[in-house]
């Protein structure tokens, strides 16, 4: 029944009307994706990243686009240009990013697809240089503000719908229900990054709720965006969470 | 006279045949440029690296294409294209690049423009978790080979020119000039990185030598690249390092 239920979502899906035609089924919505990576400075030349593309985030802001809903994305520094239809903010480290979620509520969904960095570097206004004894310099990380969870804990202006991601290597299923008890967020879209998923246009996902977990088979990336988007539609008419 | 003899051999190099036709003043020659950042990984998601875009030492690799040379160019992770008629070997780490420039060799002539991590990071097989305490994990890091120092001071195939690259944020001229006594190079390309360079089309350099040092005006990234190969030429032609 889900998977019919989805395939007709879908199906309705495809036939949406670009923004600003007839309605979609998020019309009248704000959804707020964040997507890409973010860049942690250390001195004016280098920086701490990860392998984030912003492919999947930027799937699921068009998506959510083509559904009819307006739609803004905060995206860390990206390869990929920025979705039709949609009001891309750019930022590069996680505390801009941060500012620019808060700056952009309320929403009434909250996609965070970005891999926000946990941590961040004190950095040094002058480039760091090898020391004359040869000793490596040390590294003072800082924690970085936890953005998923600030929004999924507002108390008035809590975007009715949260949804995180956890992009793990073991224990991915584990891992996600964890995360999904520890930040507040209704939903968690899970995958394993130990096989190759960085930068690569297709995903395995699980999504994982406080009732249990579905599992989807390895698909494109945009078709995820779809199904996902199609997935909180479904949530939403059914007047709860997922 | 230097400036008339630049000039010269601008002139001739913009009248330059491409690869394959008539040959060009560095017309049997190999030329071996690295480009790009290198990228170190800390786990499978996150990594270390810096903001060098290789816009410089691509350009460089081209000009010294359309000077007749075969070029080969040893690039970490770029958002560019590979310059037309350059042999290109794509790289990740500092480790993988010395591996590549060593396959390269031997050269005549090694320009090392990359911005190679000075460290690494004893990698994680698995994505680091925040700890229970809160505590920011450590990051090890490890000191990286020394690519331009390797080649420069190679006994019997060293190359005939050796050309560094130093990225400075103060005191350029002495970093410059102290780069190229510790490293054993022919030629430091110095510039200043305080100001916005990084990922520009435009580069304001300095040229140390062990006998002086020749600074140039802010000029495009190709002209920076097409009077460098020029002066290049001029070295050999004059039987010495520059």
Redesign the interface.
């Known amino acids: 029944a889900i998977v019919a239920a989805i395939e007709a979502a879908l199906r309705v899906d495809t036939r949406l009307p670009l923004p600003g035609a007839a309605p979609g089924p998020l019309a009248g919505r704000h959804v707020l994706v964040t997507s890409g990576p973010t860049r942690e400075p ?11 593309s912003g492919k999947q985030g930027h799937a699921i802001a068009a998506a959510a686009a083509r559904g009819g809903a307006r739609v803004t994305l905060v995206s860390g520094p990206v ?1 990929i240009a920025d979705p039709q239809g949609v009001a891309t903010r750019h930022v590069e480290t996680a505390q801009q990013m941060l500012a620019a979620v808060e700056a952009a509520l309320p929403a009434d969904i909250f996609i965070g697809a970005a ?1 926000v ?3 961040r570097v004190e950095p040094s ?3 760091i ?2 020391s004359a004894s ?1 000793a ?4 003072a ?3 970085n503000p936890d953005i998923l969870a600030r929004v999924a804990q507002r108390g008035a202006g809590r975007p009715a719908l949260v949804v995180g991601f956890a ?4 224990d991915v299923l584990a ?1 996600a229900q964890e995360k999904l008890a520890r930040k507040g967020c209704d939903l968690i879209v899970a995958n394993d ?2 096989a190759g998923v ?1 930068g690569a246009d297709s995903n395995e996902v699980h999504l994982v709720t406080r009732t249990g977990v579905q599992s989807w088979p390895r698909l494109g990336k945009d078709e995820v965006a779809a199904r996902l988007v199609a997935y909180i539609c479904e949530s939403l008419a059914a007047g709860g969470t997922p």
Chains 1, 2 share one sequence.
């Open positions: 250390i001195d004016p030349a280098r920086f701490l990243s990860n392998r984030s390869e891999a960095a946990d941590w206004a002058d480039k240089k090898k040869g490596p310099p040390t590294l990380l800082r924690e992009a793990e290597t073991r891992h990054v130990g960085f």
